[in-house]
T-cell receptor, first 114, second 113 residues
Framework: AQTVTQSQPEMSVQEAETVTLSCTYD???????LFWYKQPPSRQMILVIR??????QNATENRFSVNFQKAAKSFSLKISDSQLGDAAMYFC???????????FGQGTRLTINP | NAGVTQTPKFQVLKTGQSMTLQCAQD?????MYWYRQDPGMGLRLIYY???????DKGEVPNGYNVSRLNKREFSLRLESAAPSQTSVYFC????????????FGEGSWLTVV
């Protein structure tokens, strides 16, 4: 069974600085998708960024980018120019191509210090 | 809310009571899902529906039933609520053509006392 591990329960960063959240996963599949979701105190799950495993190019969305290392099964999220509104729980998630289920990590709580 | 509407947003139940969580999408997507999130954890899949009229079990289906009567709506029913079902429940849809991006509703907070 696939598993997703986020080894950093909590992270903090100064406003305007850059922070990287780590995620590793375990799978025997070659075709899959990886996601980062943001969950603010409202508990809403917000999709931040998506990466297809067949793409070598790392996904980017404005201040958010990923470092996808397929051989190492690593998928980290970099947030540049951190803003107070970035404070939230961040979840890494995995999905097989053709499967219905998302597998989530335990989450990383990100605090932004003004 | 990514085109996904859940009701109710908050509910308190007594042990043994029943209730139904409703989910509706405003677009024509085939796949719909129910997840639960317990404190300090990521989401876990309860049930899903790949298309109208079909449903399948996820990781944690015990204690729940679902119904997909039409393409827009996917409901989750607790027949006899237990304190272990206290959780935040999320309905979700697959929103892109490849079927590989899942968007969530705003969540329903359920407390069973």
């Amino acid at each position: 069974a696939q598993t997703v591990t986020q080894s950093q329960p909590e992270m903090s960063v100064q406003e305007a600085e850059t922070v990287t959240l780590s995620c590793t996963y375990d799978t025997s599949e070659s075709d899959y998708y990886l996601f980062w979701y943001k969950q603010p105190p409202s508990r809403q799950m917000i999709l931040v960024i998506r990466q297809e495993a067949y793409k070598q190019q790392n996904a980017t969305e404005n201040r958010f980018s990923v470092n996808f290392q397929k051989a190492a099964k690593s998928f980290s999220l970099k947030i540049s120019d951190s803003q107070l509104g970035d404070a939230a729980m961040y979840f890494c998630a995995y999905k097989d191509q053709g499967a219905q289920k998302l597998v989530f990590g335990q989450g990383t709580r990100l605090t932004i210090n003004p | 809310n990514a085109g996904v509407t859940q009701t109710p947003k908050f509910q308190v139940l007594k042990t043994g009571q029943s209730m139904t969580l409703q989910c509706a999408q405003d677009m024509n997507h085939n796949s719909m899902y129910w997840y639960r999130q317990d404190p300090g954890m990521g989401l876990r899949l309860i049930y899903y529906s790949a298309s109208e009229g079909t449903t399948d079990k996820g990781e944690v289906p015990n204690g729940y039933n679902v119904s997909r009567l039409n393409k827009r709506e996917f409901s989750l029913r607790l027949e006899s609520a237990a304190p272990s079902q206290t959780s935040v429940y999320f309905c979700a849809i697959n929103r892109d053509n490849s079927g590989n991006t899942i968007y969530f509703g705003e969540g329903s907070w359920l407390t069973v006392v």
